[in-house]
T-cell receptor
Framework: DTEVTQTPKHLVMGMTNKKSLKCEQHMGHRAMYWYKQKAKKPPELMFVYSYEKLSINESVPSRFSPECPNSSLLNLHLHALQPEDSALYLC??????????FGEGSWLTVV | AQKVTQAQTEISVVEKEDVTLDCVYETRDTTYYLFWYKQPPSGELVFLIR??????QNEISGRYSWNFQKSTSSFNFTITASQVVDSAVYFC?????????FGTGTRLLVSP
């Protein structure tokens, strides 16, 4: 079983809604990540938090807003999304920044 | 861009067959890491193995084995005596610090 927990597992939201994806890890890892994966494609990096500070933002649109309240939690706030944002959103964590462990993902559908 | 290429889009085998998934990578770095992940239909990316560029020893873990050849920039993955539960998409990835570059994945279908 994965030690990176993501909620919710499935989310359907309208284009005017505000929602959040949540991620938690209790492995003591100091880096946490958000990846986006479209169908039949590999995951693409969105954000990296290192020691609770945003260290990498891969030019993600501002309708996606990450937040790292503490070293164990990572949120992704969603607002005014488009249907093309529908995807699997994967959270991950790592200790030394090399071996990255993923959660089960949150399946997002924007209608 | 330093790519990771998985030329096999989809492979179908019958249970108990051996199967090899190919991975070829590009890099200008002298130190780097290579990974394999398994993604079943549920979506989770399951970490299978990490190798660093200084360690070319092949590795075996149960029915899984990995062949790292720096001379050909390849890191191939073999499943021996495949089982239906091995059906998944397998991603090869190259990593440095905090960044993974994934290949496009190989879908493995194992039928009974």
């Amino acid at each position: 079983d994965t030690e990176v927990t993501q909620t919710p597992k499935h989310l359907v939201m309208g284009m005017t809604n505000k929602k959040s994806l949540k991620c938690e890890q209790h492995m003591g890892h100091r880096a946490m990540y958000w990846y986006k994966q479209k169908a039949k494609k590999p995951p693409e990096l969105m954000f990296v938090y290192s020691y609770e500070k945003l260290s990498i933002n891969e030019s993600v649109p501002s309708r996606f807003s990450p937040e790292c309240p503490n070293s164990s939690l990572l949120n992704l706030h969603l607002h005014a999304l488009q249907p093309e944002d529908s995807a699997l959103y994967l959270c991950a964590s790592s200790q030394e920044g090399v071996s990255i462990y993923f959660g089960e993902g949150s399946w997002l559908t924007v209608v | 861009a330093q790519k990771v290429t998985q030329a096999q889009t989809e492979i179908s085998v019958v249970e108990k067959e051996d199967v090899t998934l190919d991975c070829v990578y590009e890099t200008r770095d002298t130190t780097y890491y290579l990974f394999w992940y398994k993604q079943p239909p549920s979506g989770e990316l399951v970490f299978l193995i990490r190798r660093n560029s200084f360690d070319e020893q092949n590795e075996i873990s149960g029915r899984y084995s990995w062949n790292f050849q720096k001379s050909t920039s390849s890191f191939n993955f073999t499943i021996t005596a495949s089982q239906v539960v091995d059906s998944a998409v397998y991603f090869c990835a190259r990593g440095g610090f905090q960044k993974l570059v994934f290949g496009t994945g190989t879908r493995l279908l194992v039928s009974p």
